[in-house]
Every structure is written in structure tokens, then in C-alpha cells.
């Protein structure tokens, strides 16, 4: 039986192409109806600029040229030596020099905004998911303890947490916890989304160790494995194979959810993206750019989570 055209993989992706690119210059035209001028050239110093630094006089005097020296004879007869090797010169040999006359000067490749920003959200990030998975196994395994007191305890921690908004626990965060307990701002946003997230963890990793048959449990048992030998060696690699995908989901959350600490004032991305915006008023270029360095972000984890998967459908588990 013939295959359909709209069932044709290689149909499918032009089609895909074409509704892209017809959005692409749909919305392109839109921003032309409101004159707006596209100023893509300014986005690439935003990543990366030269500086310049220069080498200055520290007094009046001469100056001396041997090689890759640059020495003053100051009026005092003190010197100053320095290496101007790979420096461009602005004077020649014997030149009179005033203090702070620039003697030379190089110009230095340094991270713009955009590229410190984006390590300050990856920073966050990674610090955030390592403690929320420890507090979600904690909590995970206090609930299926079988103790009541701390099944009890898991239980409002997860209810507390997943049920009010990240914005507010992290103004919570920051105007009480860290005030009272003198944390910095960025250990305040690390703190809020660790606990927000724990939360979620902990349920996945609830639902994934009872999804593991009760006959694994059996064997260990028989095999002479205690409690934590049992969950250690058998019970977490087959539950965290089961919860990966929608960890790496929570994970991917946390990556975009890590933007509300630039309302507390902590230079991620998103706060380099509105000071980019305020001071050239090019909105449409810079938020484009932030949400692609999040796409770019995101699709690396969700790469990675993938590769995870595979691997650990071959081997049974971690």
C-alpha cells in the first residue's frame, strides 16, 4: 500500500522548514510595521570585547627602550621597569615622559555580559540540581521509611513546598532566611530552588523505588543485603533508571526557573538581558539571544539525559 505524503519523513521536515520559516518572516514583518531598527551587529560584544590596558607612567622623567624593557628615569632618578613585550608602543626611545603618560598598551579578548551571565546560571544550576536530588532522596526515602514521624515530616515538606509558588518562596528566602542567617544573595537563590525542586525529586523518586517489583526486595533480603545494601545496590539503580526521564524534565525546569533570581538581584542571564535591554533599547535582539543561550542549555541536558537512558536500558541501571 502507498505510503501518504504527509506520513514521509523527509515531506514532514520540509513542511516542518517552510511553517518555520514562514513564522520566521511573518513576525520579522511584523517588527517592521513598528519601525523597529534591528541592531544584530551590537549582540557579538555582548559575548566577548577587547579592553584595552595600558602600561602608564608612574612619574615625570625619560623613558628607556632595551628590547622587550620599557624603563623611566624618573627626575628623582628612581626607575621603573616594565615587560612591554607584546605591547604597542606610544612612545619612542628617549622621549620625555609626564606621570600617567601611556607608555604602551595591549588590547585583552574579554568575556562580555552575555558570556558571564550564562557561567552564573549554569553555576546556579548545577549547584541547585546536586542539592535538590540529595534533599529529594532524603525525603524520598524518609517518606517510605516506615517510621511515622518521618514519613509524617516528608509529607508537609512536600505539601508546604509544592504548593506554593517559587516566586514566593524565594522572596521568603531572601528577605528572612538569608537575612537572618547573614546568607549571600546567590546562596539565597541556590537555597530556594534546591528546596523547590527537592520536593518534586522526592516524589519522582518515591513513585520510581515503589515501581520497583517487590521481589527484588525478597532476594536481596534472602541474600543476606540489609536495608541500606539493599537499597543501595539493588532497589536506587533500577528505580533511577525508571525515574530518569522525569528527573531530567525537573531538571530542565529548574534551568529556566533559575531566571527568577535576577529579581533578587543575582546577575544570571536574564538580569544581563534587561540591563542589555535598558541600555541600548534593543528588546527583540537580546531576548532572542537569552532564550537561545536557555535553548542551547536545556538541549545539552536533555542530550545528556538521553545518552543516560540509553546506556542504562543496556545495562539495567546505574
Known amino acids: 500500500m502507498r505510503e501518504s505524503i504527509f506520513k514521509n519523513k523527509k515531506t514532514g521536515l520540509i513542511l516542518a522548514l517552510l511553517f518555520y520559516i514562514g513564522l520566521g518572516y511573518f513576525l520579522y514583518q511584523a517588527a517592521s510595521k513598528i519601525n523597529y531598527t534591528w541592531k544584530w551587529d551590537m549582540i557579538p560584544k555582548y559575548f566577548v570585547y577587547h579592553q584595552k590596558e595600558p602600561i602608564t607612567s608612574p612619574c615625570d622623567g625619560k623613558l628607556e627602550i632595551k628590547g622587550d624593557k620599557a624603563i623611566v628615569i624618573c627626575e628623582n632618578k628612581k626607575t621603573y621597569t616594565f615587560n612591554i613585550k607584546g605591547y604597542k608602543l606610544e612612545f619612542k626611545n628617549g622621549d620625555y615622559l609626564y606621570e600617567d603618560d601611556e607608555i604602551a598598551y595591549k588590547s585583552v579578548l574579554k568575556p562580555g555580559p552575555f558570556l558571564m551571565g550564562l557561567w552564573v546560571t549554569i553555576k546556579i544550576s548545577i549547584i541547585s540540581m546536586v542539592i535538590a536530588f540529595i534533599i529529594g532522596l532524603i525525603i524520598a526515602i524518609m517518606r517510605l521509611s516506615g517510621i511515622p514521624a518521618l514519613d509524617y515530616i516528608g509529607s508537609v515538606y512536600v505539601t508546604v513546598i509544592r504548593g506554593t509558588p517559587l516566586l514566593v518562596q524565594l522572596f521568603i528566602f531572601y528577605f528572612i532566611v538569608a537575612t537572618i542567617f547573614n546568607l549571600p544573595r546567590f546562596w539565597a537563590g541556590v537555597m530556594s530552588l534546591s528546596i523547590f525542586y527537592g520536593a518534586y525529586i522526592a516524589e519522582i523518586l518515591r513513585g520510581a ?98 545518552k543516560l537512558e540509553k546506556r542504562m536500558k543496556v545495562k539495567g541501571g546505574f
Open 209 to 306: 523505588i515503589q515501581a520497583v517489583d517487590k521481589g527484588q526486595h525478597e532476594a536481596a533480603k534472602s541474600l543476606g543485603f540489609n536495608a541500606w545494601q539493599r537499597m543501595y545496590y539493588i532497589i536506587l539503580p533500577q528505580a533511577l533508571r525508571k525515574a530518569l526521564p522525569a528527573l531530567v524534565g525537573e531538571l530542565i525546569s529548574l534551568i529556566k526557573d533559575s531566571s527568577l533570581v535576577s529579581i533578587i538581584s543575582i546577575t544570571d542571564l536574564t538580569k544581563v538581558g534587561r540591563e542589555i535591554v535598558a541600555n541600548t533599547f534593543s528588546p527583540f535582539e537580546t531576548w532572542l539571544t537569552v532564550a537561545a543561550l536557555y535553548l542551547m542549555l536545556t538541549s545539552i541536558l536533555s542530550f545528556i539525559g538521553h
